[in-house]
C-alpha cells in the first residue's frame, strides 16, 4: 500500500494534535508536500546537516523530529544558518521534514508514556493538566431523533470524560419556532407558530474537534435551521498536559533510586539535590525543560522530581522533602525516538522506520 506524508500526519495527529502544542513551539509539517510518496522515514531528536545526510543514505522521504528546525519566522533562506542550510538541501533532496514536539509532550500516550514504562512507574496523573482544550455542546432536537444525532456526536468524538465514553446529558421540553415564507421546516408548516418536544443534548468534547463535531451535528440533524451552543470550558483535561506524577511499585532509598535510573536511561551523569533520607515511591517528572515544576511536585509531595535545564538556585528549592534531579534534556527525551518509531510501526508495515544514529546531542561531556 502506498503511503503519503499525509498519511503519516494524519496518524501522528490523531495520537498529538498540533492544536495541543504550546504557543512558542513549530509543529507540523515544516518543509515539504502532504502529497509526497513515503517510501522510509528516518526519525530523530534533532535534525542536523549530519541526520539530514543520513536519511538521504537511508532513502527516507521523510523526516520526522521532536525539536523543530524553526521555532520563529524566516525572512529569507539562503544558508547562512544552519538551519536554513538544512532547509535548502531537504528540498534539493525532496525529502519532507515534520515536527511533533511539545504536542507529543502533553498527550497521555506520548512522551511520558515511553519513560514512565521504562523506568516502572505507574502514572497515576499529569502533572500540568492543561486550561482550556474542552468546549461544550448544547442542541435541541426533536425527540425521535435525538438517538442519531447524539450517537453522531459520540461517532464524531464527543462525550469521552477520562476511561468513560458516550457521556452526554439529555432531559425533554418543547421547543418553538415559526419560519417566514423562505422557509421549509422540517416539522410544522411555515408562518405558523409551532410547539416541537425536542431532547435537550449536552456533550462535551476537545477544542480540536471544532469542525467535526459542528458537521456531525449539521449533518445529522433534521432541521433546516439547526439550533445550538458552543461553551469554552474552565475545566482543566485530567489526561492531557505535561509531566506526570506516578508510583515505584517498591520504595527505594535514594541512592539506589539515582542508580537505578541511571541504569535504566543509560546516562553517563546526573546532577541531584542533597539526599534527604527519604525513601523513593512517589515520582514527579518532566521531560526536558522543567524546571517551573519543582514547586508543583512539593504541593504534589512526590519524593523525587525529575527533569532537566535546572540551574544552581533550583537545588536549594527542596525544603528537605523532595529530591531534586537533573539527567539532561538531551538525555531526557532521547528515547523519543524508540516512541515515534513504534508508533508508526503499529500503523505502517509497508515502509521502514529507522531511527538516526546521529548523536544530536550539542552538549558534550568532559570527565
Ligand atoms: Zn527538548
Do not use: Q
Not at 60 to 76: E, G, M, R, T, V
Amino acid at each position: 500500500m502506498e503511503v503519503f506524508v499525509k498519511d503519516i500526519a494524519k496518524v501522528l495527529e490523531n495520537i498529538a494534535p498540533t492544536e495541543y502544542a504550546e504557543s512558542y513551539d513549530n509543529v507540523g509539517l515544516i518543509v515539504g508536500s502532504f502529497c509526497k510518496k513515503v517510501r522510509n522515514v528516518l526519525v530523530t531528536l534533532d535534525i542536523s546537516e549530519e541526520v539530514l545526510y543520513e536519511s538521504i543514505k537511508k532513502k527516507c522521504d521523510l523526516i520526522i523530529s521532536f525539536h523543530p528546525i524553526i521555532f520563529k519566522s524566516i525572512k529569507s533562506i539562503t544558508g547562512k544558518t544552519f538551519s536554513e542550510k538544512v532547509i535548502i538541501h531537504a528540498l534539493k533532496n525532496n525529502i519532507s521534514i515534520y515536527v511533533i514536539h511539545t504536542n507529543l509532550d502533553v498527550v497521555w500516550e506520548g512522551t511520558s508514556s515511553y519513560i514512565s514504562k521504562l523506568l516502572r512507574i505507574n502514572r497515576e496523573k499529569v502533572l500540568f493538566p492543561k486550561r482550556e482544550t474542552i468546549k461544550k455542546l448544547i442542541t435541541y432536537v426533536p425527540v425521535n431523533y435525538a438517538d442519531i444525532v447524539r450517537n453522531a456526536l459520540f461517532e464524531a468524538g464527543a462525550g469521552n470524560i477520562s476511561n468513560y465514553s458516550h457521556c452526554s446529558y439529555n432531559f425533554d421540553g418543547f421547543g418553538s419556532y415559526m419560519g417566514n415564507k423562505k422557509t421549509k421546516p422540517f416539522i410544522g408548516k411555515k408562518e405558523i407558530i409551532h410547539m416541537e418536544k425536542e431532547t435537550c443534548i449536552s456533550v462535551i468534547f476537545p477544542d480540536y474537534k471544532l469542525n467535526i463535531i459542528k458537521n456531525a451535528l449539521l449533518k445529522n440533524h433534521p432541521y433546516e435551521e439547526v439550533a445550538y451552543e458552543i461553551y469554552n470550558l474552565e475545566n482543566v483535561n485530567p489526561n492531557v498536559g505535561i509531566g506526570f506524577i506516578g508510583s515505584l511499585m517498591t520504595k527505594m532509598n535514594e541512592y539506589d533510586f539515582l542508580f537505578f535510573i541511571k541504569k535504566r536511561m543509560n546516562l553517563s551523569c546526573i546532577r541531584h539535590s542533597n539526599f534527604i533520607k527519604k525513601e523513593i515511591k512517589k515520582i514527579a517528572m518532566i521531560t526536558g525543560s522543567g524546571r517551573f515544576g519543582i514547586e508543583t511536585a512539593l504541593a504534589e509531595k512526590a519524593d523525587v522530581f525529575i527533569s532537566s535545564d535546572l540551574k544552581y538556585h533550583d537545588f536549594f528549592k527542596h525544603e528537605k522533602k523532595i529530591l531534586i534531579v537533573d539527567i539532561e534534556h538531551y538525555e531526557s527525551e532521547k528515547f523519543t525516538k524508540n516512541l515515534l518509531k513504534s508508533l508508526l510501526e503499529k500503523n505502517f508495515f509497508s515502509i521502514s522506520i529507522y531511527e538516526s544514529e546521529v548523536h544530536t546531542n550539542p552538549i558534550k561531556y568532559f570527565y
